[in-house]
């Protein structure tokens, strides 16, 4: 499985980005699919994050309320609509699937629970 994340940039702060991941591979719509990010000077963390049979995705608190991931099965893609941008949440972003395997709520937020990364893109908010 191939992920290839697009759509990041500079932005002000109160602004809005969408991203998105295309996966290739025929089971897509199976896959769990999740955003993490890194922010210079810190570890990845997990942004969101959505298991294929359940709609409602889950959301890093600090993102909670401005950040929706989406999912379009049919062209294999998953979104991250971001709005009310702050600086704080500059970053590289990648996009992550668990790509044969079901992953229990606890588990979203695992990186090592992701068996194929996308590439990552910028985002930078400016103050």
């Known amino acids: 499985v191939q992920l290839q994340a697009s759509g990041g940039g500079l932005v002000q702060a109160g602004g809005s980005l969408r991203l998105s991941c295309a996966a290739s591979?025929?089971?897509?719509?199976?896959?769990?699919m999740a955003w993490f990010r890194q922010a210079p000077g810190k570890e990845r963390e997990f942004v969101a994050g959505n298991r294929w049979n359940i709609g409602e995705p889950n959301y890093a608190d600090s993102v909670k309320g401005r950040f929706t991931l989406s999912r379009d099965n049919a062209k294999n893609t998953v979104y991250l609509q971001m709005n009310s941008l702050k600086p704080e949440d500059t970053a590289i972003y990648y996009c992550?699937?668990?790509?044969?395997?079901?992953?229990?709520?606890?588990?979203?937020?695992?990186?090592?629970?992701?068996?194929?990364w996308g590439q990552g893109t910028q985002v930078t908010v400016s103050s």
């Open positions: 591979g025929r089971s897509f719509g199976t896959y769990t």
């Open positions: 992550a699937a668990a790509v044969g395997k079901y992953l229990v709520t606890s588990a979203l937020a695992l990186e090592n629970q992701y068996n194929a």
